[in-house]
């Protein structure tokens, strides 16, 4: 999962970024609106964090900018305390949720778990798929029960598929997915990953579709809404 911060304070940018790296989210970040808005307008973004007051473009604007142009990416705003307004203002816009500050890092984390696993229609925070669940609010993986440990490339790359489930994903959606914009992207490597994390499993979960990319057959119970993961939706506020 990729995600981007926008947010003109540096110091809490980077203690959310951090967090959010630390998470295992591929994170860029941004310091402006303009900037902000360019990136949320080019780059497959799987969430994004919004702060509402911005230089050169507030945060309202760049959100209603994104709706308008079709741009449905899951957003969750940072608004001031005691500003209702900004609420207001960011929920016509657009908005998916908010978290009004100061907050609690943890707080950032719940909303944005539950906004990806909104938008990729799970009800649970525990994506299941054969033998291998995945508890996305602990990081965990386990195969039949038992602990799997996987690096965090690998744990992105599972965690995406799983989001994904019942639906072709390509080896380059896979790279614009997973890694931030610095990373050195070469969609070779994902065969590499792939293999590791199959070893890894020990079961054979994630099928090679030929030509296309790669695919987790869903469990019937643990999806919901669309009829599988992976159709995008705008949540309505
Ligand atoms: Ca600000």
């Known amino acids: 999962m990729r995600l981007l911060v926008i947010e003109d304070d540096r110091d809490l940018n980077r203690q959310i970024v951090t967090a959010l790296e630390g998470a295992g989210y591929a994170v860029d970040r941004a310091f402006d609106g303009e900037e902000g808005w360019f990136l949320g307008d080019t780059e497959p973004y799987d969430a994004i964090v919004l702060d509402i007051g911005l230089p050169k473009r507030d945060g309202v604007a760049v959100l209603e900018a994104w709706r308008k142009?079709?741009?449905?990416?899951?957003?969750?705003?940072?608004?001031?305390?005691?500003?209702?307004?900004?609420?207001?203002?960011?929920?016509?816009?657009?908005?998916?949720?908010?978290?009004?500050?100061?907050?609690?890092?943890?707080?950032?984390?719940?909303?944005?778990?539950?906004?990806?696993?909104?938008?990729?229609?799970?009800a649970s925070s525990e994506l299941v798929a054969g033998p291998v669940r995945l508890d996305a609010r602990a990081g965990r993986v386990t195969v039949n029960g038992a602990p799997v440990?996987?690096?965090?490339?690998?744990?992105?790359?599972?965690?995406?598929?799983?989001?994904?489930?019942?639906?072709?994903?390509?080896?380059?959606e896979i790279v614009e997915h997973l890694y931030d914009q610095d990373f050195d992207r070469d969609s070779n490597t994902i065969e590499v990953f792939v293999g590791r994390l199959r070893k890894k499993l020990g079961v054979d979960v994630i099928q090679t579709a030929r030509g296309l990319g790669y695919i987790v057959e869903p469990d019937a119970e643990?999806?919901?809404?669309?009829?599988?993961?992976?159709?995008?939706?705008?949540?309505?506020?």
């Open 69 to 122: 142009a079709g741009r449905d990416t899951p957003v969750l705003i940072l608004t001031a305390r005691d500003r209702w307004s900004d609420k207001v203002q960011g929920f016509d816009a657009g908005a998916d949720d908010y978290v009004a500050k100061p907050f609690h890092m943890e707080e950032v984390l719940a909303r944005l778990r539950a906004l990806l696993r909104r938008a990729a229609g799970h």
């Open 149 to 172: 440990k996987l690096t965090s490339h690998e744990y992105r790359l599972l965690s995406y598929l799983m989001h994904h489930a019942g639906r072709i994903v390509s080896r380059g």
């Open 222 to 237: 643990t999806t919901v809404g669309n009829g599988g993961g992976g159709a995008k939706r705008r949540s309505a506020h």
